[in-house]
């Protein structure tokens, strides 16, 4: 069964959407989202894909334990930074996305990881 390239696509969109609420959450101090619930990463389509579906798909599992593990980060960082964002911390919690910092790192790097399943 080859790698389902739509989930992919959806993830690298849904990973696009996250970093904008980040971004939302600290310029408004609000968030529906809590940090406890961001930090999960088993809960969201991707994560239930990777320790689903995404075992059977993937042949590489040294290359799927990549995606597994920046995934996992980065859902670490995001609540970091929207931990900071609700309590009205915005200047850090936009220092805490700026480029270079280990958020940007591991978004990127996850989004590269996810490219290189899919191709």
Known sequence: MPVDTNVITKAIAAHGQWKQRLRDA????KSEWRPETVKTDNACDLGKWIYGEAKAQVPNAAALEEVRKL??????HAA???SLAILGKRAEAEAAMAMGSP???VSTALVSALKKLAA
């Open 26 to 29: 600290a310029a408004t101090g």
């Open 71 to 76: 995934h996992a980060e980065f859902h670490q």
């Open 80 to 82: 970091q930074v929207l």
């Open 103 to 105: 958020y940007s790192k």
